[in-house]
């Protein structure tokens, strides 16, 4: 069972330009979460999707950030024109169910704003 | 509203030595409690969590925490460490009615250097 798939693994943009984050849950988890890592910060809470429906956007940037889940396919995080305060790592989570169980976390994104 | 406080950013410490990291927390309402690990480049891994139940809670890599609910604190210990428990650690907590299950709002982290 393979675990939290996010691609790429980094990815470097220049300003102004468009970043796609991709993320795909644990097999038979339908809730996906995004968080925001800054150097030297714990991760932010950003975005919490079930499948075609965003529930939590509370910790999204009013512009420029999106985020989608739709029924097929993976979990997709775009920022548009880019900027240098950008630059982070973006981790997804995925879970079952609400309820007690933890979320299980991908090993990041980790972009570059040059 | 919730927050988490990691109280030490960096803690040295010698192989085999015992390590405490510290977490308090702040929150009107029930919460769970997390602490994760993060290797370098690396997503984070659940070391263990208090939902219910005992206070005191057992993980993996023979780490444990204790929750003392009057004085709001998820402290982690480990009664020996070893060069590989060198990573970043991370106390979360969530509310545990109702909202986001994986809404968990986490500390600054506190960076474990274990030194031979």
């Known amino acids: 069972n393979a675990g939290v798939m996010q691609n790429p693994r980094h990815l470097v943009r220049r300003r102004g330009q468009e970043a796609r984050l991709r993320c795909s849950p644990m097999k038979g988890h339908s809730h996906v979460y995004w968080y925001r890592q800054l150097p030297e910060e714990g991760l932010k809470f950003m975005v919490y999707l079930q499948k075609e429906n965003i529930i939590d956007e509370s910790g999204m940037p009013k512009e420029r950030f999106s985020a989608e889940f739709p029924k097929e396919g993976p979990s997709i995080l775009r920022i548009q024109q880019v900027v240098r305060g950008d630059s982070a790592a973006y981790f997804c989570?995925?879970?079952?169910?609400?309820?007690?169980?933890?979320?299980?976390f991908g090993q990041g994104t980790r972009l570059t704003v040059v | 509203a919730q927050s988490v406080t990691q109280l030490d950013s960096q803690v040295p410490v010698f192989e085999e030595a015992p390590v405490e990291l510290r977490c308090n927390y702040s929150s009107s309402v029930s919460v769970y409690l997390f602490w994760y690990v993060q290797y370098p480049n690396q997503g984070l891994q659940l070391l263990l969590k208090?939902?219910?139940?005992?206070?005191l809670v057992k993980g993996i890599n023979g780490f444990e925490a204790e929750f003392n609910k009057s004085q709001t604190s998820f402290h982690l210990r480990k009664p020996s460490v070893h060069i590989s428990d060198t990573a970043e650690y991370f106390c979360?907590?969530?509310?545990?009615?109702?909202?986001?299950?994986?809404?968990?709002?986490f500390g600054k982290g506190t960076k474990l250097s274990v030194k031979p």
């Open positions: 989570a995925s879970s079952p169910r609400t309820g007690g169980t933890e979320a299980f």
């Open positions: 208090y939902l219910s139940g005992s206070t």
């Open positions: 979360a907590v969530r509310t545990n009615y109702g909202g986001s299950q994986g809404n968990l709002i």
